[in-house]
């Protein structure tokens, strides 16, 4: 960098996201307007004002780089010099495999980081409207809380389609999980490419004995801040949806009609549970309809029961709570500028991922590439075959726009090998080419 004034990036939020965003910028030696809210204006779910607070669990999950997507997409941060990471590292409490952290002391260390620096400003306000083109580039990591008249005015720049305020989820499947000597490809009517879905037949009796279970599992609660955001009739729990006659779901999202099942063509399915693709790479399927309040131990058993996933693995189960997210292949581009807006991007959950690391990992590339564009260079990032690069995948151009739902890391976004390779070494070969590339693209880029 010259000896010119260099202008400041603004971020706005200072959780996971927009904490390490800063970080990398001033590691760039660019300075940084950080703007909190906290305790100007409270949420519903902080309890102190400090930054990076951890507002629900204090685990960042498995910390294994060698079998588990998470733990590759923390070593990655390590190595691009993340203050989360090194912060996690520092606090790191008991857990067996999984970094976990003293939840006080992480926040205090972040927080202490950014105060500490001289091209951090730290500015405790409300931004209430969408940052206008004279604060130059900017970032907004606002995450799943966005305060309402920022989020009304992100809304009113993307559309009313493109910012979702409850987050329901069905469950993903991995597509090789699931046994299509029961499964078939094809579209009611043969509509579409006549193949668009996966379709899994139940017999009456099979059923009975689902829906029962679907009404008899256990539920998680709604937290008290969101026990008066009612449900949306388009996208009613599986279970709600079950409990309102014992054949809802045979004329809603399980109807069996307009499908012939190759694999017994002559006995017509009693109900039938189609699975959607929700990748471009063809890696992930989502059941249709089948958003859940279901606690997670309860929809790996339950979902278990139809055929053709008995042995399924979930890239991620179901949910449904209050959030704030984009619909970001609509409208971000792939270096998380806003289409509408390109001197604003976003990071964090608000781009629809989810988890901690995730959203502090799409931070620390907002940050990346935003020092690209104050520097004059041209922004590069990782490659899909990545942790990092395959969560930008994913938000920007990879999911479905039409489907589009936050996701975690997970070995379903990477692509998979050409070559054959058995399912037991599947994992550790994804590890090592995700670690592999990302060195190189860090090598490449400095």
Not at 104 to 133: A, K, M, N, Y
Not at 140 to 157: F, K, N, R, W
Not at 237 to 249: F, K, N, Q
Request: glycine fraction near 8%; aromatic fraction near 8%.
């Amino acid at each position: 960098m010259t000896d010119i004034a260099i202008k400041p990036v603004h971020i706005v939020g200072g959780g996971l996201a927009g904490t390490e965003a800063a970080w990398q910028l001033i590691s760039a030696d660019i300075p940084v307007i950080l703007h909190e809210m906290r305790p100007v204006q409270k949420t519903n779910a902080h309890h102190t004002d400090k930054l990076a607070e951890l507002v629900c669990s204090n685990s960042f999950r498995s910390d294994d780089a060698e079998r588990s997507a998470i733990g590759v997409l923390h070593e990655e941060m390590r190595r691009a010099g993340s203050l989360i990471l090194s912060a996690a590292d520092e606090h790191r409490v008991p857990a067996g495999g999984a970094l976990a952290v003293d939840r006080d002391g992480f926040s205090q260390h972040v927080q202490d980081t950014l105060e500490q620096h001289p091209l951090v400003t730290i500015s405790r306000e409300e931004v209430t409207g969408l940052p206008p083109e004279d604060w130059g580039q900017t970032i907004i990591a606002t995450g799943p809380l966005t305060s309402s008249a920022l989020a009304e005015s992100i809304q009113t720049v993307t559309g009313e389609e493109s910012l979702a305020f409850f987050d329901a989820i069905a469950p993903i499947v991995n597509k090789d999980s699931i046994d299509m000597d029961k499964a078939w490809f094809q579209s009611r009517y043969d509509k579409g490419d006549g193949s668009d879905y996966i379709n899994c037949p139940l017999t009456g009796r099979q059923y009975d004995a689902f829906l029962d279970a679907l009404i008899e599992g256990e539920k998680t609660e709604f937290k008290e801040w969101e026990e008066n955001t009612p449900y949306f009739e388009g996208c009613l729990p599986i279970e709600v949806m079950a409990s309102r006659g014992r054949r809802t779901l045979c004329y809603g999202p399980m109807k069996p009609v307009g499908l012939t099942n190759p694999h017994n063509p002559t006995e017509k399915p009693f109900a039938v549970v189609q699975l959607r693709q929700d990748n471009k790479l063809g890696t992930l399927f989502n059941i249709v309809g089948f958003q859940t309040k279901l606690k997670h131990g309860e929809q790996t058993r339950i979902f278990k029961m139809i055929p053709g996933l008995e042995d399924a693995t979930f890239a991620r189960l179901g949910g449904l709570h209050r959030n704030t997210f984009l619909n970001s292949p609509r409208v971000l581009d792939q270096f998380l500028r806003l289409k509408a807006a390109p001197h604003i991007r976003f990071a964090g959950q608000i781009t629809g991922c989810e988890g901690y690391v995730e959203s502090a990992a799409i931070g620390l590339m907002a940050g990346r590439v935003a020092a690209a564009d104050t520097a004059g260079a041209i922004p590069s990032i990782p490659g899909i075959t990545t942790a990092i690069g395959s969560l930008i995948s994913h938000i920007t151009d990879g999911a479905d726009e039409q489907t589009f739902q936050p996701m975690n890391v997970n070995f379903g976004l990477f692509p998979p090998f050409e070559e054959r390779i058995h399912k037991k070494a599947r994992k550790a070969a994804y590890a090592k080419r995700a670690l592999d590339d990302f060195q190189s693209w860090l090598d490449s880029a400095a």
